[in-house]
């Protein structure tokens, strides 16, 4: 456990944004969709890395309990 950085519910908070993130884009690319050129790399590279990175990340601190105790 870590003194400094986010707390549990601002993980937990992090965790939903990144999900909902993740659903939309591929409802996105669903209803519209893939993307040719340019744009594939804007949706799926840095979107996806994006949301994808942080669900990710967010999952494993709250897995390893790696969080500020809350104030």
Known sequence: ???YG???KELQFRLYVSIAGLILMIGAIAY????QGP???ETLGIAGAFF???F?????KLIRK?????T
């Open 6 to 8: 986010p707390d549990k």
């Open 39 to 41: 744009a594939m790399f």
């Open 56 to 60: 990710v990340w967010t999952l494993k």
């Open 66 to 70: 790696e969080y500020s105790e809350e």
């Open 52 to 54: 994808g990175g942080t």
């Open 1 to 3: 456990m870590s003194k």
């Open 32 to 35: 519209r969709g893939m993307p």
